[in-house]
């Protein structure tokens, strides 16, 4: 006879959805067990009742009488029909849209999903026919574009579809997929059980040359010069795209549009708009990661910092041998996301089939708010310790996703403070480039690799072989495995070949270390003169730009300091200038308030002559340039609540800003500091702030075409008037010109001994 393995009631929790499945297990094993009595019942219904469920009936005392009343309670709170079909049918209609028809194990855990709640619904004795017409196009609409015109391909004859026809699509669907699958995969990787006789694999150490049907390791991929025939496609050699580093992101990017290739999935005959590939694993935007801008940038600046710390004492040229040791223990790790009520964390996380229980950081678990679905006491015996420590750790379910095909399983861990402060080490880059040539990529980024990772996650026994699908024996003492989470390394890497590296390092000896001058940066207070410019092309700039200063009623006027042949070249901007008014104008309309402090600032123009209205014939002038400008609101401003603002940097499509066309002069910040020092050289110092500075200095008659806007004749919405600056505008790259030019011309002529 055999022996039949022992039977384990479904801890329920409390979700609606779940309780017809333990409700059906508890009501066969033990309620309807005449064998059992009423105490032994009830002391099996609190074992198997967990969280919410649990808090139910946990003011009843364990007794005869108070078995069948607890039931009651039970089945009233949690067993009502109308609540278990509404839970259901909100499973139905919360499903994730499929995101991709060719991804067997997505479309097959999509189908056993629907079909799990439809059964649970028949159960409850509720038709198909009620809700058919409803479910069905709604499941529908979370098909991709591609599955959908299948379907209605399929159902063309007939003149109106159901839940029933839409199933059974989609049974047929997965069938043909896995067909399909089985046939062009015939090496698929092994689960748990089966033999593993890989002939590639097995016995060939790490790195040593294969007669299989994969590339050269990852070592032969530094020293190899001979062409791959699925080699990268920026450069043509051997390794793969995304990894190549022999060209930088702007000319990746030409080849692409110069090959019409998408710049998702750098295939051919594809567009971004429609393709479905995945986003750039460094910033999450809509391009490849071999012509992302964000990763290049912080790529080089690594490559500044580092060489930061290199000392300048080497004179002559010298040969810098570096020998990578690949040598240490890799221990089975992954990245994963956690899921939680609103947001979800990336965290690293550790197979360990030697621990009893799954643990997971106390501070994840709280950030993330996941649901405590009860307690456990534990006895953590520590290594070497003799006595055990007692704790009492809070349970949590926790939703594990797959950070690369977005698998997701649900777990239950204990909390604790720290699972270790220890930090394990991840493969190197070189290791993952090999994996991902045999077909076997690891979750790791660019970003984790040859750094040490913190353990935020722990998985025991309990669910170590839930997660664990298969593995494969690299080489005599490293094994990759496969998991729910992705694949993991495992073992030693002392047999990978050492990769030797030569490089030429030409350096010139400096007077002062790069410590000292961190050290005398460090003393003047961050501030350093690399903006300052001191040549001959400044210097003419302010020359010239003085000496056109005038002086006319009592106020300064000054000419625009154009940048050699741009005035010409300057465009009109009118179209976008318009264009943009007439979105202010809309936005006048939604806010009145608004339009009136709007209006106030521009009569105040008027009366203080800052700015004034251009006749018809000044318009008709082609020799000009408009400024569009918008509103700053600040609330916690007294005097000047609002303040119009001039956009100096507008441009029309292929033409120049007026910034582009003004000299910019020097950068007046970094003589803060000797402003601040000179303040101590006399015994009093005055100091008072300049009312609009920038509006009291005129503009020259010949430069005013080129500071016109537009806004509604005397505010009324019917006609638009445009004006002209006579003073100097706000939010130009030249503001801070005059100004400087002003104050120290005045203190020059008027108040010589004034410092």
Request: charged letters at 25%; glycine letters at 6%; a neutral charge.
């Amino acid at each position: 006879n055999a022996k039949l393995p022992k039977l384990k009631i479904q801890t329920y929790y409390g979700d609606p959805s779940e309780y017809l499945n333990f409700w059906n297990q508890f009501e066969n094993a033990v309620d309807k067990n005449s064998s059992l009595s009423n105490i032994e019942k009830f002391s099996y219904l609190f074992s198997s009742l967990g969280g919410d469920a649990l808090s139910c009936i946990k003011g009843f005392a364990i007794s005869d009488d108070n078995y069948e009343s607890a039931i009651k309670l039970l089945k009233d709170t949690f067993g009502q029909t109308d609540v278990l079909i509404n839970a259901h049918v909100s499973k139905l209609l919360n499903m994730s849209p499929l995101k991709n028809s060719s991804n067997l194990q997505e479309l097959r855990n999509f189908y056993f999903k629907c079909q799990t709640q439809i059964r649970s619904l028949d159960s409850l004795g509720v038709k198909s026919d009620t809700y058919s017409v409803m479910l069905s196009a709604i499941i529908l609409k979370l098909f991709p574009s591609d599955l959908a015109l299948e379907f209605s391909k399929a159902q063309i004859s007939s003149s109106n579809h159901n839940l029933e026809d839409l199933m059974k699509f989609l049974h047929d669907v997965v069938s043909v997929r896995q067909r399909t699958f089985q046939i062009q995969s015939p090496s698929h990787p092994p689960h748990r059980g089966e033999n593993l006789q890989y002939k590639q694999f097995v016995r060939l150490p790490f790195g040593a040359p294969s007669r299989s049907k994969f590339a050269s390791s990852a070592s032969e991929m530094l020293t190899n010069a001979s062409p791959s025939t699925s080699g990268c496609l920026f450069c043509g050699q051997g390794h793969l795209s995304h990894l190549c580093e022999n060209s930088d992101a702007k000319k990746k990017r030409e080849k692409l549009l110069r090959e019409k290739r998408c710049l998702l999935c750098c295939n051919l005959n594809c567009f971004v708009k429609k393709c479905k590939g995945a986003v750039c694993s460094f910033c999450n935007s809509r391009h490849a990661r071999a012509i992302c801008f964000k990763l290049e940038n912080s790529k080089n600046q690594k490559s500044e910092n580092n060489s930061e710390k290199l000392s300048n004492e080497v004179v002559s040229t010298a040969t810098n041998c570096m020998v990578n040791d690949k040598k240490g223990v890799l221990l089975q790790c992954v990245k994963v996301d956690i899921v939680g009520n609103k947001i979800s964390d990336c965290v690293y996380a550790l197979y360990d089939n030697g621990s009893e229980r799954t643990f997971l950081r106390k501070g994840i678990s709280e950030k993330l708010g996941l649901r405590v679905v009860g307690s456990e006491k534990l006895n953590i015996y520590s290594f070497g310790a003799r006595k055990p420590r007692s704790q009492v750790c809070r349970k949590v379910e926790v939703k594990l996703r797959n950070i690369l095909d977005g698998r997701e399983v649900v777990i239950e861990a204990l909390e604790i403070e720290e699972i270790s402060r220890a930090s394990i080490r991840v493969p190197d880059w070189d290791v993952c480039v090999e994996m991902e040539k045999r077909g076997l990529a690891l979750t790791f980024d660019v970003e984790d690799l040859s750094r040490n990772c913190q353990i935020s996650l722990l998985v025991g026994a309990d669910y170590y072989w839930d997660l664990v699908k298969g593995f494969q024996r690299l080489n005599s003492s490293l094994v990759a495995v496969e998991t729910v989470l992705g694949w993991s390394l495992q073992g030693r890497c002392d047999e990978l070949t050492e990769s030797i590296l030569v490089n030429f390092v030409i350096s010139e000896r400096e007077l002062v270390s790069a410590e000292v001058r961190r050290f005398w940066e460090l003393e003047s207070l961050g501030i350093r003169g690399d903006g300052i410019d001191t040549g001959l092309n400044e210097q003419d700039i302010l020359k010239e730009f003085d000496e056109s200063i005038q002086f006319v009623d009592n106020r300064y006027c000054v000419k625009l300091p154009w940048k050699e042949g741009m005035q010409e070249k300057l465009g009109t901007n009118r179209q976008v200038a318009l264009r943009r008014f007439n979105s202010l104008v809309e936005r006048f309309k939604r806010d009145p308030e608004l339009y009136r402090e709007y209006g106030k600032v521009i009569n105040g123009y008027l009366e203080e002559g800052i700015v004034e209205r251009c006749t018809s014939e000044r318009l008709a002038d082609e020799s000009s340039f408009y400024l569009p400008h918008h509103a700053v609101v600040r609330d916690d401003k007294v005097s000047s609540r609002l303040r119009i603002v001039f956009d100096g940097a507008s441009h029309a499509e292929g033409q120049y800003s007026l910034n582009d066309c003004l000299n910019t002069g020097p950068n007046l910040y970094p003589n803060l500091f000797e402003l601040l020092i000179k303040f101590r050289e006399n015994a009093v110092t005055y100091i008072a702030d300049i009312r609009q500075a920038f509006l009291q200095i005129l503009i020259d008659a010949e430069d005013r075409p080129f500071t016109r806007f537009f806004l509604e004749g005397r505010f009324e919405f019917r006609q638009i008037d445009g004006l002209e600056f006579h003073s100097c505008l706000i939010r130009t790259y030249t503001e801070s010109l005059p100004t400087r030019s002003y104050i120290e011309i005045s203190f020059r002529k008027k108040y010589r001994l004034v410092p």
